[in-house]
């Protein structure tokens, strides 16, 4: 205050505590923090930078995370391979027990067996990602590492397709094996596809005429109006029962109870009735006040409170080129069923509701092919297509099936290929040595591929992780770097304080004799 007047050397005293008191809270300040520099106030040199390498070494941590991921990706990968790599030494061991064999129906099994070896391979080609990346899956599964900030230091490593060993595009090929034939003279040129009816497709293929009254079972009076409630009908001395159970063949259909009208019970029949086979287009009639079944080809049994009754039906049709297609197993309606000759033309036969077995015949026998002929065996149920051409001026044919079914022998890949006579002599699938021979050098084609690649994919491994274990020494480098300008040493803090605290109380000391001058003074006036 400039009102109190001090001495110099009571002034000198007092700046030199105050300063005193100034440095032993910065260095409490930093024994607290364990930092020297605590903002930029303290040095913006030190700060700025260590911030800078902190916020560097931080970038880094965050794509340390993503190089993991990376590695991850890379060992799934390779473990996808070594899978693969001993599939197609079963393969391999597949076709030489092939080879060693002579008959053409154990070279066949060993073909089949082999083939399911090359789904496994595809299988596990599918199965070998990791969230969301398969570097065996093919296009758009490749993967980019990046190992700085900026992404200017990077790693692309290119996917494989393991995953169709058909296609063109496969980075390794295997094919599969067909319908395997030993080598002949001659064959006839024909496939014979097996439609696979059976006893209630051709029940379903007949129109039925069975007729039989149940009025013992239900009497339900003269000519009752169809929305007449059956529980009222009950009340009007009706042989029906509030709670009877309606049964056909022995299954329960509903009970009777409030509600149910006549309708209800003429319409519930019906449709019950028409989902056996042959009944699809019987009827159920209540207008003579009695319900009478017609139009059954199927016989059914109808019940009601214990009592039943059986109708008759008119029973199936011998011939079974009347037979719908749609009633066939693997076959249904709007499915097609496509033929192509070579350098020919393409005809399709599309299923249409009332499709039968003999409409199919009669339309690919007038669709102008040039040396196919058509025909159906009502005994064995086999449609024969026949290859007529012969020798130089041979003519291949294709049999296609589409749709929501399966088609049968006409989806069959091992029949859809209709050679000629000259075709069938070299054998097919594995039916000679030479097309095992081939398949060998398939196999080992695909694994010197296999093995190239598990080589290019291990140099990418080696390099991702190198580059992990510098990132991480990278971070540590930079943080303690950071360290170096900012980081208190504690040990030199602890010493200073210690001072400080000394020099504190010997400036207090100083300041009262400082201050004792003036006491003399006084002492002289009194």
Do not use: C
């Amino acid at each position: 205050m400039a009102d109190i007047t001090l001495t110099a050397a009571v002034r000198s005293n007092l700046s030199t505590l105050q300063s005193t008191a100034d440095l032993i809270g910065s260095t409490q300040e930093r024994l607290a923090t364990g930092k020297k520099v605590n903002s930029a106030l303290d040095n913006p040199n030190s700060f700025f930078t260590s911030s800078s390498l902190n916020a560097r070494a931080s970038d880094l941590s965050n794509l340390q995370d993503d190089i993991g991921q990376s590695v991850s990706t890379l060992e799934a990968a390779d473990k996808g391979i070594q899978g693969i790599d001993k599939l197609l030494d079963a393969a391999k061991g597949k076709a030489n027990q092939a080879l060693q064999a002579e008959d053409a129906e154990t070279r066949a099994k060993y073909a089949e067996e082999f083939n399911e070896l090359r789904t496994q391979i595809e299988d596990i080609a599918k199965d070998s990602g990791y969230k969301g990346k398969n570097l065996l899956g093919g296009d758009g599964n490749d993967l980019l590492v990046k190992f700085n900030e900026d992404g200017s230091s990077k790693l692309n490593i290119g996917a494989v397709d393991y995953t169709d060993l058909d296609s063109s595009d496969s980075s390794i090929q295997l094919a599969e094996i067909g319908e395997t034939i030993g080598e002949v003279d001659e064959t006839d040129g024909k496939g014979l596809f097996k439609l696979g009816i059976s006893a209630d497709d051709i029940l379903s293929a007949a129109a039925g005429t069975g007729t039989q009254t149940t009025a013992d079972v239900f009497q339900v009076g003269a000519g009752p109006a169809t929305d007449q409630d059956l529980t009222d009908l009950v009340k009007d001395g009706n042989n029906l029962s509030v709670g009877d159970t309606v049964t056909v063949d022995g299954e329960d259909l509903f009970t009777i109870g409030e509600g149910t009208t006549l309708q209800d019970l003429q319409d519930k029949l019906q449709e019950e009735i028409r989902k056996k086979p042959g009944n699809q287009d019987a009827t159920v009639d209540l207008s003579g006040g009695d319900i009478t079944i017609g139009g059954a080809a199927a016989n059914v049994t109808v019940g009601v409170g214990g009592s039943s009754v059986a109708v008759t039906g008119a029973g199936g049709n011998t011939d079974i080129t009347a037979t719908k297609l749609k009633d066939i197993t693997g076959f249904a309606e709007d499915d097609t069923i496509t033929i192509t000759e070579e350098g020919g033309i393409t005809h399709e036969f599309t299923i249409g509701a009332n499709s039968t077995v003999q409409e199919l015949v009669d339309d690919l026998n007038t669709a102008l092919f040039s040396n196919l002929t058509v025909s159906f065996d009502n005994t064995t149920q086999e449609l024969t297509l026949d290859n007529t051409s012969k020798g130089d001026n041979a003519i291949e044919y294709k049999v296609a099936y589409t749709g929501s079914e399966a088609g049968g022998d006409f989806g069959a890949s091992s029949k859809q290929t209709i050679g000629a006579d000259a075709d069938a002599v070299v054998g097919r699938g594995w039916g000679s040595d030479e097309l095992i021979e081939a398949s060998l050098d398939q196999i080992n084609k695909a694994q010197n591929d296999l093995r190239a690649q598990a080589s290019t994919f291990g140099t990418n491994l080696s390099i991702v992780t190198n580059r992990q274990d510098f990132t991480a020494d990278l971070i540590n480098t930079l943080e303690v770097g950071a360290g170096k300008l900012t980081l208190a040493d504690t040990n030199l803090e602890g010493a200073n304080l210690a001072a400080l605290n000394t020099q504190n109380q010997i400036a207090t000391s100083t300041l009262a004799l400082a201050t004792q001058a003036n006491a003399s003074v006084l002492n002289l006036i009194r």
